[in-house]
């Protein structure tokens, strides 16, 4: 018999609908029904791809005497974290201020007035290294409920107290500039690897809006330390089993320190991401593995997530079925031994393939499996012999049973996609690319965006979920828009980004500047979250900044402009700091103190000339610079579709660029050469 969870939209929740436990998903309902029986709430927290969610699963959501037990003492909640980034946000703060740690699963003991009172992340079915069991806090809680209800209630209202005067105080720090910049560099070359790449220790994540950052410094002002930190680490993550080295794209992260053994998930975010970093590698090097690993993760993009509407699946599971077991394992789908290399290849190229990608006997993972990897020292094998190799692997590969997709919409992670394919597309002259990214952004319009241009979270199968957009979906999918943009030279998607950006200023800006991530009309919770770093993902706070700063060059707007100049400050004060936690608002900085440049390439874009000087203007490295490419704009508004392009009139009747920097222009050109000498071009 499924429980209420059958009638939501998210994978994850769908997951549970048959579980003995009689889960709500979070409403109101739930919490007067926790009023009503006079018990406390149990949320659980989680999501599709996460290894450890489905192991608590399987030990105690689908025990029966566990559920039986949940069932008559408490009213169970379960929230899909990626629908409800607010919730989980609110009480994921408590966790870590309350243990020092958190994590998914989360399991947070709540009153009836959602108040938390204790907190955890997974439970064992037994105890284990230290951990009770699951029941263990169950009747844990349950007896503290029953027997001490006052002592109970006193520790949520402190809680929620201490929750509320952590309120946020970054609007008097000022606008970051060169030298809070160079100090985060400095900060950065401190924790950086040189051994390995990357910045810390295991486990050890793609630090992909750093590497942007860094490359954006080397850009402004030719730090070679900046641009060696950001290609060493492209390339170790490029040859580690983080890395799928069949079919492309990067796992969620690396087990240890070296990027050997990954945390097997694939979510949307880090491939589109990463996509764009290595993309925006080769522009400034010319790179062939970077050029390589940008079209390959694309390629897994649009092969493996891609939804029958043309948005972007949410992600891959870690787990999957294993061959002749029946067990869902993880890294089943990607982990080989040098005998199943054997008999896909036959005994030589089996050979080879297992020098060549790092498979050993004893294995560099579980039970004598290897994950691919392309070490250093590896042998040279021939371009159209190792072709052949990849081709019968990937083919032997896609015969096992696959991971889970999970195949909700996220709009903000579909916004990070959207700019991805779009600059790939562009870059490597791959048409189909961009027109995925269209698709994309179609979707976004027709199925996320009401009348009023607020957003839906989430979709699923062409339909919009109930839960509202927080701030980061209107950042990012901003940020898709005027990528696609300035890459198409349609300028319908500035004007959707505008009308994006407009309702941030009207709805998640404090009076100080900050930004707050929920609406302020928004589902009230026990504390409104404001989160300005960047982990995961780039924040909702710094996703906006930039995307108001490129609004604001693309139309001269003053609101948006200062709008995102306020919200730096929390750069300001973050990023000499903690560099690695505010690396997309650092990298947002680099654009604010190199301008951003304004490009205007005016030309009939089926003019070949026009055609040159638009693929410079985007090939050029000037961090966050703005391309409109069009028809020349009167006066009167007709003709191009950009401000910029207002009054620009071609020189000699030639397609024509111009670049301007804070209120002031160069000169003209027809010339792609001098355009890219103007822009950082280094091959156009």
Not at 134 to 144: C, H, K, S
Not at 349 to 361: I, K, N, P, Q
Not at 416 to 423: F, K, N, S, V
Not at 507 to 526: C, P, V, W
Request: with cysteine; proline share 6%; aromatic share 8%.
């Amino acid at each position: 018999m499924p429980n209420r969870l059958a009638n939501e939209t998210s994978p994850y929740l769908l997951q549970h609908a048959h579980n003995p436990v009689d889960w709500w998903p979070w409403s109101p309902e739930a919490f007067a029904e926790a009023r009503e029986r006079e018990v406390p709430v149990l949320l659980s927290v989680g999501y599709s791809s996460c290894h450890w969610c489905h192991v608590f699963e399987a030990e105690s959501f689908e025990d029966e005497l566990t559920a039986a037990y949940m069932n008559e003492h408490f009213v169970n909640i379960k929230v899909d974290r990626e629908e409800r980034p607010d919730v989980d946000a609110v009480y994921m703060e408590a966790v870590q201020a309350a243990t020092g740690q958190g994590g998914w699963p989360m399991t947070v003991f709540l009153t009836p007035d959602a108040e938390p009172f204790y907190f955890g992340t997974y439970f064992p079915p037994e105890p284990r290294h230290g951990m009770p069991s699951f029941m263990q806090v169950l009747e844990g809680v349950r007896g503290a409920w029953v027997g001490r209800r006052e002592e109970v209630g006193e520790v949520a209202r402190r809680i929620v107290g201490d929750l509320a005067g952590r309120q946020l105080d970054y609007g008097k720090a000022g606008v970051p500039g060169a030298e809070e910049l160079g100090r985060a560099l400095l900060g950065l070359t401190r924790e950086y690897d040189a051994v390995r790449g990357g910045f810390g220790g295991a486990p050890k994540f793609p630090p992909s809006m750093v590497l942007e950052f860094l490359l954006r410094h080397h850009a402004r002002t030719g730090s070679e330390g900046a641009l060696q930190m950001a290609a060493d680490t492209c390339e170790a993550m490029a040859r580690g089993g983080i890395y799928d080295q069949l079919g492309g794209g990067f796992a969620r992260y690396s087990v240890d320190r070296e990027w050997v053994v990954p945390h097997f998930e694939k979510m949307l975010y880090d491939n589109a991401l990463l996509c764009r970093v290595y993309a925006h590698l080769w522009r400034a090097t010319g790179s062939g593995l970077a050029r390589r690993v940008a079209l390959e993760t694309a390629d897994f993009m649009v092969r493996e997530l891609r939804t029958g509407e043309g948005g972007f699946a949410s992600a891959l599971d870690a787990d999957s079925e294993e061959e002749g077991s029946g067990r869902h394992v993880e890294g089943a789908y990607y982990a080989w031994t040098p005998a199943q290399l054997a008999e896909v290849l036959g005994e030589a190229d089996g050979e080879l393939a297992a020098a060549y990608f790092g498979v050993t006997e004893e294995g560099t993972f579980e039970h004598g499996k290897s994950v691919l990897q392309l070490p250093q020292d590896g042998p040279v094998v021939e371009a159209a012999r190792l072709a052949s190799i990849r081709e019968r692997l990937l083919e032997a590969r896609g015969r096992r049973p696959a991971p889970g997709r999970d195949d909700k919409v996220v709009a903000a992670w579909n916004g990070l996609a959207i700019a991805a394919l779009a600059e790939c597309g562009a870059f490597f002259e791959r048409p189909d690319l961009v027109e995925r990214a269209i698709e994309a952004a179609d979707l976004l319009v027709r199925v996320h965006m009401d009348g009023r241009a607020r957003l839906a979270r989430t979709s699923k199968d062409g339909r919009a979920g109930a839960n509202a957009g927080v701030l980061e979906d209107y950042g990012d999918v901003a940020e898709g828009f005027l990528t696609l943009a300035a890459v198409t030279g349609e300028g319908v998607w500035l004007e959707f980004a505008g009308f994006l950006l407009d309702l941030v200023l009207a709805q998640f800006t404090a009076e100080d500047g900050s930004l707050y991530d929920t609406a302020h009309d928004a589902e009230q919770l026990i504390r409104r979250p404001q989160d300005p770093t960047d982990t995961a993902a780039p924040s909702g706070w710094t996703a906006a900044a930039g995307a108001l700063l490129s609004y604001a060059a693309h139309t001269g707007s003053s609101p948006h402009r200062e709008a995102a100049e306020r919200a730096l400050a929390v750069v300001h004060a973050l990023g000499p700091r903690v560099p690695r936690f505010i690396g997309h608002g650092l990298a947002v900085a680099e654009a604010l103190v190199d301008g951003p440049r304004e490009v205007a390439v005016v030309g009939d874009p089926d003019d070949p000339a026009t055609r040159a000087l638009h693929r410079t203007a985007l090939l050029g490295t000037a961090p966050g610079a703005v391309v409109a490419a069009g028809p020349p704009r009167a006066e009167d508004g007709s003709g191009g579709e950009f401000p910029l392009l207002a009054e620009r009139t071609r020189v000699g009747d030639l397609a024509t660029a111009y670049v301007c920097r804070h209120f002031v222009c160069a000169r003209p050109t027809t010339d792609p050469a001098e355009l890219a000498e103007q822009l950082g071009v280094v091959h156009p």
